[in-house]
């Protein structure tokens, strides 16, 4: 382990690092090199700040934290390769360096199916085993992790039989009541769970990421300020997700997936110039046998379930307080190919993620989609129904739908300039409280409400 004066590295400048005190540098070796890395880091927080630089070739770790004023660099060839051993992550109650309060703490309490807990969010405590990770940030500023090309952190797929839907492992990187933040340049594969959990955080920027198979790519909630450029995500669960969330950018991202580009909820949200496509490279891995979960095998080639579900499918649960009415969102200038639905909304009750809060606005702008599957669903909420728009769009369906979108509670839907493909009965089918459509300049639809005759069914997300 080298100990020096901070060299100015042009990519850490590129990422907006600020210079800080101390560089260490830890060479690659043989065996676990978990101890020396963490050694590394608490010694850059003792002088007031530093940089922890991996040259190239493989650091076999289990759990590590990060701290306020830290940054972990990796240098080209770089891996973090993590253990597979779930019970080797439990870091944070053993720190004595910055021990966790009381409060945050959650000993012996595991993930349960949200069918049988009873209270959501016991899970989410900042030590709960679900919140482990390779990295840990916790209530920390000013920290950044910046990768150069060809550097990986590797989660190995780890398995943990007591963890989520009794497989899934420790996420990527978990972060939680943390402030300016910068994700940079690396790959990350394979994580046991979330590449990305972000929780009460602000002020975080992820860029020329690459993220491959595991489950969510990045993971926010409760998060304020964010911005996701310039990423490519292949991920076998969302690749964006979550809620409460405020002041959002994604832009300039392409996005491949096995289950929602977006499933997400929150306030002034932008996503723009992305495209998003399925089926996806990586299956969802909880359509694998088990004995791929537990061995981390991917399956056999087109093994499991790999279609994109949806663009966007609305978040919003009983895990948190959510803090302001959800609205506000933008989607625009992207591209979309072989999602079954282009917009999942359903607010009747009948889906475990979509309660809490509705939606009030959303609003689509240049926009296309080609191999639709199912109409678009936007049940909205009785007391607060949802305003709907799209302009400029193109839609096309690969085999002919009932009606265009299907569901309740709309206070208004605008449709403008928008071109529909496939589409043989009326605009909108609804189950109560829908406005007459305003359309203009659209091709492909007649502007007729058509009153459901059947239950309320739709396919759960």
Known sequence: MNIRPFLSFASFFA???????????????????TAAIQRAIDECWREGGGVVVLDGGVHAVAGIRLRSGTSLYLKAGAMLKASRDCDRYDILGNDALEPVPDGDSAPGVLWASPRKRKNNDHILKYASRWNNAIIRILRAHDVKIVGEPGS???????????????????????????TNLVFSGYTIRNTGNWAHLLKDCADARFEKLAILGGHDGV??????????????????DDCVAGFDNEDVVV?????????????????????????????GEYPIRNSLPVADRISGSHGAPGAGRRTLLALFTYYSDFTLN????????????CRVE??????????????????????????????????????LCA?????????????????????????FVRGANIESLLLERVTVEG????????????????????????????AASEPFKTKTI
């Open 423 to 450: 589409v043989e009965g009326p605009c909108v089918r609804s189950w109560g409280g829908v406005s007459e459509p305003v359309l203009r300049d659209t091709t492909g639809l007649s502007g007729e409400v058509e």
């Open 219 to 236: 993971h926010m909630s409760s998060c304020d300020r964010m911005t996701i450029e310039n990423c490519t995500m292949k991920t076998g």
């Open 152 to 178: 990986v952190i590797d989660g190995c797929d780890s398995y943990d039989p007591v963890g989520e839907e009794r497989f899934r492992g420790v996420h990527g990187i978990s972060v939680h009541a943390s």
């Open 322 to 333: 959510v803090r302001s009415d959800p609205g506000d969102i933008t989607v625009r200038n």
């Open 15 to 33: 990422a907006g690092l600020v210079a800080s005190a101390v560089e260490i540098e830890i060479t690659a070796a043989d065996g676990d090199r």
């Open 251 to 279: 832009r300039g991202c392409s996005l491949n997936t096995a289950c929602s580009a977006f499933r997400f909820g929150g306030r002034r949200v932008l996503i723009e110039n992305c495209r998003c496509y399925g089926p």
């Open 379 to 403: 049940y909205g909420d009785a007391v607060r129904p949802l305003s709907l728009e799209l302009k400029d769009c193109r839609l096309s369906f690969a085999e002919p739908q009932r009606e």
């Open 338 to 375: 072989n999602a079954e639905r282009f917009l999942h909304y359903n607010f009747s009750g009948s889906e475990t993620w979509q309660k809490n809060r509705p939606l009030g606005s959303i609003r689509f702008e240049n926009v296309s989609a080609s191999g639709l599957a199912m109409s």
